[in-house]
């Protein structure tokens, strides 16, 4: 970017608070691995790291307009200034975007590009971009190099990370898709500061998952520091953000394609999943249904004498101080199970519940919908 320009842009981007150190974070998958960048109001620097982590002359960047509109010019000023030619692509926002009709526009839209073997996809956007650019850039001349630039809580600490990328069938979500890591992810925590309060929340809720499965010290910090880390406290929140994502980075190169300790990520999905279907994916947020779930699952933990009492507890109170729901809404019976008859992994006839040893250590126990969800709730 011009120094003039970004010496104009200098009173209103640059907050006091932008001086905090950037720091980063490397996933370890063999010759796949790939740096996690975390700062503050780091967005100017991105296009040199995007282009050195790609070795990308030309790029599609791929955004939604609520995303665009705020920060895609910035990103292209620093793409451009570092040697890349870059087109911009929007795609319509919400979940919906991810289908096959819409990786076919984005083909299209590579094709007149000119967008080669050699080029790049870059996101810039939360998990419904990230999900969408990532296929698009798996399959495209059987796959090139992609570059994630996340821009909600959720896609910054988990969608963003761990290399699954998908589009929905009319039939369900995430049917078709593949493993390609990024090259890069950047993550600038300034581009949050636009993020709605409850799509924070809801994404804070799988940090709070990261800490109750993986690191009891994570836990106890967001314990401390749940509403600066939501008001946004780069100093507060990068560390967590680093700590729940080296989390995620660690389970998956444990366990890259989901066969072992990944399935701890579920914690609070089996429940959570049940109430999103139930809801047709509407009215409740991700997070926040995977909120209801943890604290069912902390309570059922408990209850099978996996965990102390107070585990639920805990995890409830921290949960409500992040805005975010707790109690089972009141569904019937019926929709609980056979929400949960889907969550079944095709390889088990049983769920494999994730429960909580205590906070910070989970381990998982195979259940059927009925002992997962029993009479009487
Ligand atoms: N690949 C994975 O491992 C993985 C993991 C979890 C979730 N996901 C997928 O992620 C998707 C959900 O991601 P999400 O929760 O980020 O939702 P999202 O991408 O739909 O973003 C939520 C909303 O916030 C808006 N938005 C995003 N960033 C913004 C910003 N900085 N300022 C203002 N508005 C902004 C978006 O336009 C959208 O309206 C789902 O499709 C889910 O399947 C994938
Ligand atoms: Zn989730």
């Known amino acids: 970017m011009p120094a003039a320009k970004r010496t104009r842009l200098a009173p209103s981007r640059r907050s006091p608070r932008s001086r905090v150190k950037t720091t980063r974070l490397r996933v370890d998958l063999g010759d796949r691995s790939y740096p996690i960048v975390i700062g503050h109001d780091t967005l100017d620097d991105a296009g040199p790291a995007i282009a050195k982590a790609t070795g990308a002359k030309r790029v599609a960047l791929i955004t939604v307009r609520p995303v665009g509109r705020r920060y895609a010019a910035r990103l292209t000023s620093s793409l451009r200034a570092a040697g890349v030619a870059v087109t911009k692509i929007e795609v319509p926002d ?6 096959l009709a819409q990786l076919g526009k984005l083909y299209d839209a590579f094709l007149e590009a000119g967008l080669d073997r050699s080029s790049a996809v870059v996101a810039l956007g939360g998990g419904v971009v990230g999900d969408l650019a990532g296929f698009a850039a798996a399959s495209y001349l059987r796959g090139i190099p992609f570059v994630q630039v996340p821009t909600t809580v959720l896609a910054m ?9 998908a589009v929905n069938l009319k039939q369900g979500k995430n049917l078709v898709g593949a493993f390609h890591q990024p090259r890069l992810v950047w993550i600038d925590t300034a581009l949050l500061e636009s993020l709605p309060a409850r799509e924070r929340a809801a994404g804070m809720a799988e940090v709070v998952k990261a800490g109750a499965i993986w690191d009891a010290r994570l836990f106890k910090r967001l314990e401390r520091d749940i509403e600066a880390a939501l008001a946004l406290d780069p100093k507060v929140l990068i560390p967590i953000l680093k700590r729940a994502c080296a ?41 926040e249904a995977v909120a209801i779930g943890m604290v069912f699952a902390a309570r059922r933990s408990e209850e099978l004498g996996f965990a102390p009492e107070g585990t639920r507890a805990r ?15 009141s569904f019937p019976r019926r929709a609980y199970l056979s929400g949960l008859e889907v969550d079944k992994k095709k390889t088990d006839r049983r769920i494999r519940f994730v429960v909580l040893r ?7 126990v195979p259940l059927t919908p009925v002992e997962v969800y029993p009479a009487g709730r």
Do not use: C, W
């Open 358 to 364: 205590r906070i910070g250590q989970a381990d998982t």
């Open 157 to 165: 600490v988990d969608a963003s990370i761990g290399g699954k990328t």
């Open 247 to 287: 989390i995620k980075a660690e389970v998956v190169s444990e366990d890259e394609r989901e066969a072992g300790v990944r399935t701890y990520l579920n914690f609070g999905h089996t429940l959570g999943h049940a109430i999103e279907k139930h809801l047709r994916y509407r009215k409740m947020l991700h997070g």
């Open 315 to 329: 995890i409830e109170a921290l949960l409500e101080r992040a805005g975010l729901p707790t109690q089972l809404p």
């Open 94 to 99: 919400g979940d919906a975007t991810k289908n």
